[in-house]
């Protein structure tokens, strides 16, 4: 069994490339993947490896976060001892020590006092950007058997790959770190992509917090970079499916591949071993009707299904009725596609009413969304 | 600590149903799912909880595990509660008397403890077989307005059926002036549901006044109603309109779980006003394929179809491969219907494989010829 270890989740990240999909929310609470919220994946690959011991970060729109979590029963986080810790900004006596958790290394010196708490011998760190389900207790492992300062969990990216931001990459010789680099391209001279989660010792992490103290360091990407030289950096390469969701079109991009690849299913969705928790609501099951045509989607419960669907991600107590035709779409929970109505590449939030007749389209590389609550 | 409560309900869950044969062989019949998504006992909770009656004692007997497990602290119909909340109770070793629950009476007898906990004005006495939607505070309200000693729930049976159930002959009224079990000729066709509302001063009397019977088969309906009309106590019949089923058969189940799919079901689940709550979890959502026909069905979470259902309620997990069929069917959770295979007409309980080619059932058998097919079965090909 793997030493025991805390985790930490940072939920707003690219808040501000999300625009849309966080003009209501933090990342953390995006809704993906028809049935869960981002936080579901790091908060389940934390769950499944045992760590109990869980602080969530967050300094924006965190209100649907909340609701979500609520107790943390849903992920068996409701505990006497650990559980979920919720950390967000506050304000104190001197307001110049008023840090709004701009960076995670503000965040991670703001809570130094729960950090000093920690008795677990490692500490995961997770953002809450990047959907994937991967063995953690395996990094886990392989951090403690490497000795290393810090093990990052990286992913291997091909030519053509671009994110929205620059992102953390990385090249490797055999696992060690040799450099590190900001970039939104694919480079090849730093191939791997860091997916956002990163394991040390409890120790290091206190002695990371000391430093960027002392040399007044904001950012934990600086961090990095600085002692890159001087430490020891392992990489822990994943090679399943990670949705690493930097933009609007990343996000309708990520949906699209678990519909139309079995393989992204199956390693993010249906892995035995390793469920995803999420709130769970009381629902009924998802009526098809008579004149319902379903292809290639994924479909959450409470739904009632009149008309066609394709290749779309259809998420808690949808009505689509009859005549209606829903392709390459995801549409949020609440949404209700009337008679004869005609979606295409639409992202569709909570709660959307799309009148009859209606025929809206976007495209693949420019899908369309309707803003929360929107009738059209 | 102080929690009285104005009524409380006591929920007989011990029952073995028989006639459900291999559904019910691991399991107690309240816990047997229904709807996908559903076990049967979730309608009594739901109605209890839907009808502010917040305290609720299940008193099992029969392969209560699952129900145990299912049951557990009660949160998923709002039932884990500070003051009251849900308690299973089972038959238990005394200091005087150790037996099992002999009959509906004397289950609740055993309990005139847990009864007198809560000191309530009313007990509600419910049964954990049948599907329907009761508001039960209506009830309760007109148990208060006549000031009855014992309220009876009836509904309307066709004629010819009347001869299965407790038959209550009523004054005009309301009152009830005769009660007849399984009569051979019913005079009229108001049929007991097994919900009673008690004054509890009175069931108490009775309960530990047919405890002294040696002769009694303590029995709500064979006993303690016929008592209570015998010593001119006042009864009073509650005609209950809507849908309600005694899921007892094979058939019956079967028909009920029919009842859900169709353009304009006779019970909907998705009524927002009075839901049925059950225990949800965390699956992934349902997935259908590329090649999938999915027809007048419900399908549940973490199902993944690649081949063709129809006219059918699927529970969670299920996968249906590539060229199977599922047509008029139920099938319960994890079940796993192979390539090419036949499911027709049938009840298929959890975890079987019905491996490829192989065929359930018959098409368009109809109701008198459900096939079942016991849980955790292998069903190779001819």
Partial sequence: MAKSAAGIIFSSLNNNTLSRLTSDRTVAAIPFACRYRLIDFALSNMVNANISNIYIVANYKYRSLLEHLGSGKDWDLARREGGITFISPFQTAHLSDNKMFSTHMEALKSMKEYIDEIRDEFVVLMDSDTALTIDVSDVIRSHESTGADVTIVTSQVADGYSAKTPRLMISSVAGKVTQLAMSATYDERHPELALGIYVMRTAYLRSLIDEAEAYNLNSFTMFLLKNCKSSSYMTYKYTGFAASVSSFLDYYKYSMELVKNESARESLLWKKEAPIFTRVHNSAPTKHSSSAKVENSLIADECVIEGTVINSVIFRDVTIEKGAVVKDCVLFHGTHVCKNAKLNCIVADKDVVVSAGVTLSGNENMPFYIQKGRKI | ?382
């Fill in chain 2, 1 to 382: 600590m102080y929690c009285k409560k104005e009524c409380i309900a006591m929920l007989l869950a011990g029952g073995q149903g028989s006639r459900l044969y291999d559904l019910t062989r691991q399991i107690a019949k309240p816990a047997v799912s229904f709807g996908g998504k559903y076990k049967i006992i979730d309608f009594p909770l739901s109605n209890c909880i839907n009808s502010g009656i917040d305290t609720v004692g299940v008193l099992t007997q029969y392969q209560p595990f699952a129900l145990n497990e299912y049951v557990s602290n009660g949160q998923a119909w709002d039932l884990d509660r500070m003051r009251g909340g849900i308690y299973v109770l089972p038959p238990y070793q005394g200091n005087k008397h150790s037996d099992w629950y002999k009959g509906t009476a004397n289950a609740i007898y055993q309990n005139i403890n847990f009864i007198k906990k809560y000191d309530p004005e009313y007990v509600l006495i419910l049964s954990g077989d049948h599907i329907y939607r009761m508001d039960y505070k209506k009830m309760l309200d007109q148990h208060k307005a006549t000031g009855a000693a014992c309220t009876v729930a009836t509904i309307t049976v066709p004629m010819e059926e009347a001869s299965r159930f407790g038959i209550c002959n009523t004054n005009p009224d309301g009152s009830i002036y005769e009660f007849e079990e399984k009569p051979k000729a019913p005079k009229n066709n108001q049929a007991s549901m097994g919900i009673y509302i008690f004054t509890t001063k009175t069931l108490i009397e009775y309960l530990e006044n047919d405890e002294e019977d040696e002769n009694s088969s303590n029995d709500f309906g064979k006993n303690i109603i016929p008592n209570l009309l015998g010593n001119g106590e006042k009864l009073y019949s509650y005609r209950f309109e809507g849908y309600w089923k005694d899921v007892g058969t094979i058939s019956s189940l079967w028909e009920a779980n029919m009842d859900l799919i169709g353009d304009d079901p006779i019970l909907s689940l998705a009524d927002q006003d009075f839901r049925i709550y059950s225990k949800n979890t965390a699956r992934s959502p349902q997935y259908i394929g590329n090649s999938a026909v999915v027809d007048n069905s419900l399908i549940s979470e973490g199902c993944r179809i690649y081949g063709t259902v129809i006219n059918s309620v699927i529970s969670g997990g299920v996968v249906v491969e590539k060229g199977a069929i599922v047509k008029d069917s139920v099938v319960m959770e994890d079940v796993v219907v192979k390539k090419d295979a036949r499911v027709y007409t049938a009840i298929v309980d959890s975890d079987t494989v019905v491996e490829s080619g192989a065929t359930v059932g018959k098409e368009n058998a109809g109701k008198a010829d459900i096939a079942l097919i016991a849980s955790g079965s292998v069903i190779s090909k001819a």
